[in-house]
């Protein structure tokens, strides 16, 4: 099956730092990325669509500013948490969609577990 | 807004079917997902099937759709140790939005 990378798998930094994740489909182009954040013993909470070359879509209640969300080529797509907060620690997932619209297969990343200390 | 809801926890023995359930409430969805996570991992995508299709048969994993209900169920025979697991429904419109359930963590017991 197709393959979606993500890096690092866990990361653990100071508050006030950022931190970037990269998301990588290795196998396939993907022209939407997704960003999820899953916070213990929870559901995925989508909190942006990323499309190679445009501006990502963001949730409501997510912070652009807090979340920068770049999607440079159509097998990357990257997630700065800027300025870190304890209360960003949480469990980030990738995914990229082979296809297009609701046909297209979802392939997630490992995760990028953040903990800010 | 769209809802998905599925049941916490499941608990089988090893050898038994296990059976998890999920209900959503968008009837313009298209398409329908199981994925399964396991511990400090992404998702990984069991199966998926249409919305004009009531059944789906892939070896040990049967998915049955009653779309009147919206209801949607994962059947796993024969359930080993290593299906313990997380395991999310999903489902996904017209659009690239989808709306992933709570998660049912299934324990498989020896």
């Known amino acids: 099956g197709a393959v979606v990378s993500q890096h690092p798998s866990w990361v653990i930094c100071k508050s006030g730092t950022s931190v970037k994740i990269e998301c990588r489909s290795l196998d396939f182009q993907a022209t939407t990325m997704f960003w999820y954040r899953q916070f213990p013993k929870q559901s995925l909470m989508l909190m942006a669509t990323?499309?190679?070359?445009?501006?990502?879509?963001?949730e409501q209640g997510v912070e652009k500013d807090k979340f920068l969300i770049n999607h440079a080529s159509l097998t990357l797509s990257t997630l700065t948490v800027t300025s870190a907060h304890p209360e960003d620690s949480s469990f980030y997932i990738c995914?990229?969609?082979?296809?297009?619209?609701?046909?297209?297969?979802?392939?997630f990343g490992e995760g990028s577990r953040l903990t800010v200390l | 807004g769209e809802d998905v809801e599925q049941s916490l926890f499941l608990s089988v023995r090893e050898g038994d079917s296990s059976v998890i359930n999920c209900t959503y409430t968008d009837s313009s969805s298209t398409y329908l997902y199981w994925y399964k996570q396991e511990p400090g991992a992404g998702l990984q995508l069991l199966t998926y099937i249409f919305s004009n299709m009531d059944m789906k048969q892939d070896q040990r994993l049967t998915v049955l759709l009653n779309k009147k209900d919206k209801h949607l169920s994962l059947r796993i025979a024969d359930t080993q140790t290593g299906d313990s697991a997380i395991y999310f429904c999903?489902?996904?419109?017209?659009?690239?939005?989808?709306?992933f359930g709570t998660g049912t963590r299934l324990k498989v017991l020896a």
């Open positions: 995914s990229a969609q082979r296809g297009p619209g609701a046909a297209g297969e979802l392939f």
């Open positions: 999903a489902v996904a419109s017209g659009t690239y939005k989808y709306i």
């Open positions: 990323s499309n190679e070359g445009s501006k990502a879509t963001y």
